[in-house]
């Protein structure tokens, strides 16, 4: 079994900053892929950003330059650090990992809700 497990969400006002941290937990041999997705009501998910083992990284046009993604290896963790946000950030977040070995797959979090509003 392997669990990925979203916190840092919250309700933060425009131009405000949110970390949001993702930890993998289980049976895991190797993360390959980590990444973070969003969706906003009525609208499909979309990937916001996204963090290969090595550390090569790829963003949303809409998030260049606001956000970061990260992660610790060890920690089997990946973070997103979201500066100058906007009401159009407010969504569900999700993250993801590409897992291989015996449990090779690609899991996903529960979701953690941020919210952009004065």
């Known amino acids: 079994q392997v669990q990925l497990v979203e916190s840092g969400g919250g309700l933060v006002q425009p131009g405000g900053s949110l970390r949001l941290s993702c930890a993998a937990s289980?049976?895991?041999?190797?993360?390959?892929?980590m990444a973070w997705y969003r969706q906003a009501p009525g609208k499909e998910r979309e990937l916001v950003a996204a963090?290969?083992?090595?550390?090569?990284?790829n963003y949303a046009d809409s998030v260049k330059g606001r956000f970061t993604i990260s992660r610790d290896n060890a920690k089997n963790t990946v973070y997103l650090q979201m500066n100058s946000l906007k009401p159009e950030d407010t969504a569900v977040y999700y993250c993801?990992?590409?897992?291989?070995?015996?449990?090779?797959?690609?899991?996903w979090g529960q979701g953690t809700q941020v919210t952009v509003s004065s």
């Open positions: 289980g049976s895991i041999f190797r993360i390959n892929d």
């Open positions: 993801n990992a590409e897992l291989a070995g015996w449990n090779a797959g690609v899991y």
């Open positions: 963090i290969a083992r090595g550390g090569s990284t």
